[in-house]
């Protein structure tokens, strides 16, 4: 694939352009299949979306479908490969970390101007993919404007977009617009699941479904929720095991304070950090585990126990806003 990015650090990944994992979409591509073999797809297409919903697998998994050597992007053929891998030199992939520029849409032109090569397997087209055009430039889409006016005989433009509304007019008005919606409920739980297990971030049933919910059933965007809203908690976990070490007194006792207050943690939330603590040094004392900072003695081990049954009855429900008070008089009632 000859390939151009815009990005300042361009991420070399093995395959370049995998559709393996692809969910959810296998109707688009079953319809894009029976489209290329009536010779029916439109030249010009507009995969539009919420962000996060996979189109970029779904159009390398097209791309798959133009050049795989069976003709149903099977993956393993040369052509399927060439694909992957970045070295099929009928196909152009752009996209960039930042805008799109003259010069991307000035290697559409060229790249399409080019003769395809009959290679086996292939369609005969040569195919340029542009990523997120709602990050063109005025003057790149000026530019691109005089490409889908006129596309080269023998060669089909693929892009992307998850912001239509931020399209020149002139543009929305030369494409083929195919929306794609996102995967259903239920498959997008089960990849979600199964990403959340494999990275180590907590949750459950009822986490997952409330960050695909958020975000329109976008799996991508949950999953970066999740990454995002984890590395969060796990600085203020790591300040909340800190100050568990140190006397709950003066400037320590309105650190604590500060720290509950900022992260508006209710009472079932603090207790599950509190019980994550006290089980990870459970296993210390028993010699399952090497402690991770400092050694623990039980009468610490007892008080953390006597702060999170605190926890429980300032929060009431344990899902309401937490008492500071009733819990700073908990942390404060024995010292070390």
Same mark, same amino acid.
């Given at each position: ?5 815009? $990005? ?36 010009? !297409? ?47 992939? &752009? ?14 032109? *060229? ?59 002139? !543009?929305?008005?030369? #494409? ?59 600085? $203020? ?17 309105? *650190? ?21 603590? #006290? ?21 610490? &081990? ?24 009733? !819990? ?5 009632? $024995?010292?070390?």
């Amino acid at each position: 694939m000859s390939r151009a990015t815009t $990005s300042k650090q361009a991420v070399e990944l093995p395959p370049l352009r995998s559709w393996d994992g692809l969910f959810g979409h296998e109707a688009v591509c079953a319809e894009v299949q029976t489209m290329l073999a009536q010779n029916s797809l439109p030249q010009v !297409i507009l995969f539009e979306g919420r962000d996060g919903i996979g189109k970029r697998k779904l159009m390398a998994a097209v791309l798959g479908l133009m050049f795989c050597e069976e003709q149903r992007a099977c993956a393993v053929c040369e052509g399927c490969r060439a694909v992957q891998h970045g070295y099929h030199p009928d196909v152009l992939w &752009i996209e960039s970390e930042a805008t799109l520029k003259v010069a991307e849409a000035e290697k559409v032109q *060229e790249h399409l101007t080019v003769r395809a090569q009959q290679q086996a397997g292939g369609r005969g087209d040569r195919v340029a993919v542009l990523i997120d055009i709602e990050e063109l430039t005025d003057q790149a889409a000026n530019r691109l404007l005089k490409t889908l006016e006129e596309p080269p005989a023998q060669s089909r433009i693929l892009l992307s977009c998850s912001r239509v509304s931020q399209l020149l007019p002139t !543009i929305r008005s030369r #494409l083929v617009r195919w929306h794609v919606q996102p995967p259903a409920m239920a498959k997008s739980l089960e990849w979600l699941e199964a990403k959340a297990n494999e990275e180590g971030l907590q949750h459950d049933p009822k986490m997952l479904r409330q960050a695909l919910e958020r975000f329109g059933l976008s799996p991508g965007r949950a999953l970066q929720a999740l990454r995002e809203d984890q590395a969060l908690d796990a600085e $203020s976990v790591r300040r909340l095991e800190t100050l568990l070490f140190k006397p709950m007194d003066g400037a320590h006792l309105a *650190e604590m304070q500060e720290l509950l207050k900022a992260q508006g943690w209710k009472a079932d939330h603090l207790a599950q950090r509190l019980e994550l603590l #006290l089980n990870r040094y459970y296993k210390w004392s028993l010699g399952l585990t090497v402690p991770e900072t400092h050694p623990v003695d039980f009468k610490r &081990i007892k008080h953390w126990r006597s702060i999170l049954q605190e926890v429980y009855r300032a929060g009431g429900s344990g899902h309401n806003h937490l008492n500071s008070q009733m !819990i700073a008089e908990a942390w404060t009632s $024995s010292r070390f």
